[in-house]
């Protein structure tokens, strides 16, 4: 109870310090939204979206499940993916995973979880795709790390893939697809050079056709 007495404090502090210094913070907030940017990412509480980059409420949409999948079967994060897109028109996407996640981790090894297992198979079916490339590392946590940024690349790819990215692009929407993976123990994010700005993008077998 000490713990939820203490953030329910915090929170006053917090609304307290924000109206010291603009009296209309909050009822500018009310007014609606309009974010730039969407970012899918990790559920794991040491990876806070806006602290990492530095943005104020407002300026990032957000999405985060375990691992920072983009499952093409998840109603959940392809609503949110169509709201940013189609409502919002951010014109930035980030996936950011992180050293050290979890779920990458869960999805190197055999153990059963529970029901966490039917979704980190996600995860194992981009190992199978990379494992000549992932048994050549013979160092575990170097084999680690590369696959948390492998996973982040495939994601971006499987976004790229979605009808509602594709559907922007033929419109003429700018939005661009981004990789990055966060380091817990510098606090600094690594930017994969993974980008995607088109369908053109894609091979060919994944890119849609709209009709005229």
């Given at each position: 109870?000490?713990f939820?007495?203490?953030?329910?404090?915090?929170?006053?502090?917090w609304?307290?310090?924000?109206?010291?210094v603009?009296?209309?913070?909050?009822?500018?907030?009310?007014?609606?939204?309009?974010?730039?940017?969407?970012?899918?990412?990790?559920?794991?509480?040491?990876?806070?979206?806006?602290?990492?980059?530095g943005?104020?409420?407002?300026?990032?949409?957000?999405?985060?499940?375990?691992?920072?999948?983009?499952?093409?079967?998840?109603?959940?994060?392809?609503?949110?993916?169509?709201?940013?897109v189609?409502?919002?028109?951010?014109?930035h996407?980030?996936?950011c995973?992180?050293?050290?996640?979890?779920?990458?981790?869960?999805?190197?090894?055999?153990?059963?979880?529970?029901?966490?297992?039917?979704?980190?198979?996600?995860?194992?079916?981009?190992?199978?795709?990379?494992k000549?490339?992932?048994?050549?590392v013979?160092?575990?946590?170097?084999?680690?790390?590369?696959?948390?940024?492998?996973?982040?690349?495939?994601?971006v790819?499987?976004?790229?893939?979605t009808?509602?990215?594709?559907?922007?692009?033929?419109?003429?929407?700018k939005?661009?697809?981004?990789?990055?993976?966060?380091?817990?123990?510098s606090?600094?994010?690594?930017?994969?050079n993974?980008?995607?700005?088109?369908?053109?993008?894609?091979?060919?077998?994944?890119?849609?056709?709209?009709?005229?």
């Open positions: 109870m000490e939820y007495k203490k953030i329910l404090e915090n929170n006053k502090k609304v307290e310090e924000k109206l010291s603009n009296p209309t913070y909050f009822a500018r907030l009310a007014e609606g939204q309009q974010p730039p940017l969407l970012w899918i990412g990790c559920s794991d509480s040491r990876v806070p979206a806006n602290e990492i980059i943005a104020e409420p407002g300026e990032v949409f957000v999405h985060r499940n375990i691992a920072n999948m983009v499952v093409h079967s998840d109603m959940n994060m392809l609503s949110v993916l169509d709201y940013a189609n409502a919002l028109k951010v014109q996407v980030i996936v995973g992180h050293y050290g996640c979890g779920g990458v981790k869960a999805a190197m090894g055999n153990s059963s979880i529970g029901i966490i297992d039917n979704w980190i198979r996600h995860i194992k079916d981009v190992y199978r795709l990379h000549d490339e992932l048994d050549a013979e160092n575990e946590k170097e084999r680690f790390n590369r696959f948390v940024e492998i996973n982040v690349r495939e994601q790819l499987d976004l790229a893939k009808s509602i990215v594709q559907s922007a692009w033929k419109n003429g929407q939005l661009h697809l981004h990789g990055w993976v966060y380091g817990l123990n606090g600094y994010v690594t930017d994969l993974v980008n995607f700005s088109s369908n053109e993008d894609l091979d060919e077998v994944y890119q849609l056709y709209f009709g005229k």
